[in-house]
């Protein structure tokens, strides 16, 4: 079994920024050789893919969203952070992080485990 643990949410004014991370702990495994992916879900919408990272740094991005969040992985202390910059009040939701068997994607189906989320508001 995979836990995931997000932190980093709050409250943020438009045009700032915040870190999310995602620590992955259980079962023994080669953390370098399975996909992490962030996604978002705002209040009456779906799920979202964000971005994805895999082994070797490979990073997937949701185009709308490149350029202002970068994902970036951390081996040695088996986490995942989404840098979020210039934030915009629709950049408002729930942030999950999400962890697969594979290769990076997009599709939240593909995904096997998620963290409980964590909030992220952007006041204008």
């Known amino acids: 079994q995979v836990q995931l643990a997000e932190s980093g949410g709050g409250l943020v004014q438009a045009g700032g920024s915040l870190r999310l991370s995602c620590l992955v702990s259980?079962?023994?495994?080669?953390?370098?050789?399975?996909?992490m992916g962030w996604f978002r879900q705002a209040p009456g919408k779906e799920r979202e893919f964000v971005a994805a990272?895999?082994?070797?740094?490979?990073?997937i991005y949701t185009g709308s969203l490149e350029g202002r969040f970068t994902i970036s992985r951390d081996l040695a202390k088996n986490t995942v952070d989404l840098q979020m910059t210039s934030l915009k009040p629709e950049d408002t939701a729930v942030y999950y992080c999400?962890?697969?068997?594979?290769?990076?994607?997009?599709?939240?189906?593909?995904?096997?485990?998620w963290g409980q989320g964590t909030q992220v508001t952007v006041s204008s």
């Open positions: 990272i895999g082994s070797r740094n490979s990073a």
């Open positions: 259980g079962r023994p495994f080669s953390f370098s050789s399975y996909a």
């Open positions: 999400a962890f697969r068997f594979g290769r990076p994607v997009s599709a939240k189906n593909e995904y096997n485990y």
